[in-house]
Every structure is written in structure tokens, then in C-alpha cells.
């Protein structure tokens, strides 16, 4: 399934979520964007504000440093983000291997179909994966696998 944000007036940063896993210390997403758009930097700045908010409505206040207290930042969210422009098929499917395996990778569960914050299972309602895919054996991660984190 694809999520796509409405194109009408005011409905403005529209983008395709093609791939997704959130994890309890970062979160992977492939998405694509309309053409001629490369502006991650705002897309990622809404995103993080609008869960920072909802934390911090909900939550006792987080502890901060006092760099992070200074700019009003809290301390949910890393201040970077690594992006990449993917190349061509055999690159975006190598990407949403790596999302879906990450909760594996990282010891959270056993198989991917294991992880329910993930877009795993939509991809196996569409065919694309088995569901036990990266249960038993680690896929072939590409050698850029692992070194954004």
C-alpha cells in the first residue's frame, strides 16, 4: 500500500511512503517524492515536530543537555538525517530489504513478519515478499548496509 497525501490547496509536501520500519532508537523510510522535489530536510523537520509535540503533551518533560535546552530542541529525535537518491530498481529494492530486516538486524525479533511497525506485511499482502522471509537466513545486505546508523 502507498500512502499519498491529498494533492489539493493547502495539502502542500505530498509525498509516496514506499517503505518504513520504526524502531525504538531510529526509523528507515524510502519514500518518493514529485518530481522536481528533492526537499527532505522540510518533510522530515514536520514529521518530527508533530510527534515531538504529541510526546511532549503526553509525557513528564524529558531530561535534555543544555546545548539541546538552549535551542529549545528536546531529546527525542537525532539532529541529522541521512539521505540517498536512489539509483535504479535493483537499488530501491535493496533499500526496502535492509528497512524490513532492520528489526531483525538488530535483535528485536526473530522475523520480519515479527515487527508490527513496519510496512513488511503490506509487502507480503502484495506478493513481493514470503512471510517468512528473513526468518532463518540474513538476506544478501549491500555493502553500504548498516554504516548510517
Same mark, same amino acid.
Given at each position: 500500500? !502507498?500512502?499519498r497525501r491529498a494533492k489539493i490547496a493547502g495539502a502542500t509536501y505530498f509525498f509516496d511512503v514506499d517503505a518504513y520500519v520504526i524502531l525504538p532508537d531510529?526509523?528507515?523510510? +524510502? *519514500?518518493? +517524492?514529485?518530481?522536481?522535489? #528533492?526537499n527532505f530536510s522540510t518533510r522530515w523537520r514536520l514529521i518530527k515536530e508533530a510527534f515531538t509535540k504529541s510526546? /511532549? !503533551? $503526553?509525557?513528564?518533560? +524529558? #531530561? !535534555? $543537555?543544555a546545548s539541546r535546552a538552549a535551542k529549545g530542541e528536546q531529546p527525542i529525535w537525532q539532529r541529522r538525517f541521512w539521505e540517498h537518491a536512489i539509483r535504479d530498481e535493483a537499488d530501491f529494492a535493496a533499500? /526496502?530489504?535492509y528497512i524490513h530486516y532492520n528489526p531483525v538486524r538488530h535483535g528485536l525479533v526473530s522475523a520480519a513478519l515479527d515487527w508490527p511497525h513496519s $510496512?513488511? #506485511?503490506? *509487502? /507480503?499482502? !502484495?506478493? #513481493?515478499?514470503e512471510p517468512h522471509w528473513g526468518s532463518s537466513d540474513m538476506p544478501a545486505m549491500p555493502e553500504w548496509a548498516g554504516r548510517h546508523e
Open positions: 500500500m !502507498r500512502y531510529h526509523i528507515h523510510m +524510502l *519514500w518518493t +517524492l514529485p518530481d522536481g522535489d #528533492a510526546i /511532549v !503533551r $503526553s509525557r513528564e518533560p +524529558l #531530561a !535534555r $543537555s533499500h /526496502v530489504d $510496512s513488511f #506485511a503490506e *509487502w /507480503v499482502e !502484495r506478493g #513481493a515478499y
